[in-house]
């Protein structure tokens, strides 16, 4: 089954996928996290090993593609790719956390100028998540996290990164999370918990959807 974590910058979906991943390995449950950047790793990526780069490389040139629209084609041909080969393995014994996936992206995408009704369209032409775990937090509390990690891209594409410029296009991303979780159905969850607890929560819900996962459903994405 595949478990999409979602939520805006500084939510801590980095951190709670990487933890989620190792308490249900713990556990004995067949996981694996998977993120964008992994077109670069040719074992969980295959099929992208003709991309010869570093992280750092890539999301620079990521950045500096002309349009909204031109960059997320590419992160969502990027998410398409590392997780088919990845649920061409599913079974009710495995699970694929994937830390994002096309959520916040989209959305800020969209704020950067893509057609929102095309954004969610081509969206919705990836697998979609069996479950989608919206981590929800304050964009005050996500800068106190990330103040001193920050990028353009999480600040509007204020090169200076200035604080209102990350709490005004974090709570732009949020609206449309917030609009889409209603829709779609997520589970929201409450993201000021302490790690251990979120953690907590998160197996405890993944174990739930997979006690009901039907193999061979696939979830679609209502636009």
């Not at 917030?178 to 819900?205: F, M, P």
């Amino acid at each position: 089954m595949l478990v999409a974590i979602a939520g805006a910058d500084g939510a801590g979906k980095t951190t709670l996928s990487r933890q989620v991943e190792q308490a249900l390995l713990h556990m004995g449950v067949e996981a694996v996290r998977l993120d964008r950047f992994d077109i670069l790793n040719p074992t969980l990526s295959p099929a992208s090993a003709f991309i010869d780069t570093d992280v750092q490389t890539l999301r620079n040139s990521v950045l500096q593609m002309p349009t909204a629209t031109a960059r997320l084609l590419f992160m969502l041909w990027s998410m398409a790719v590392t997780v088919s080969s990845h649920l061409d393995q599913a079974d009710a014994s495995r699970v694929i956390i994937y830390d994002s996936y096309w959520m916040k992206h989209t959305a800020a995408e969209i704020i950067f100028g893509a057609d929102e009704k095309a954004a969610l369209a081509t969206a919705s032409l990836l697998p979609q998540p069996d479950i989608t775990l919206y981590i929800k937090l304050r964009p005050e509390e996500m800068y106190r996290r990330k103040h001193d990690d920050l990028v353009a891209y999480e600040c509007g594409m204020d090169p200076a990164c200035h604080p209102e410029s990350f709490l005004q296009h974090q709570r732009r991303i949020l609206e449309r999370l917030d609009s889409w979780s209603q829709r779609l159905g997520w589970q929201e969850i409450d993201g000021t918990q302490s790690l251990d607890a979120l953690v907590a929560e998160l197996v405890r819900r993944i174990g739930e959807a997979r006690a009901t996962w039907k193999c061979g459903e696939p979830a679609t994405l209502a636009l």
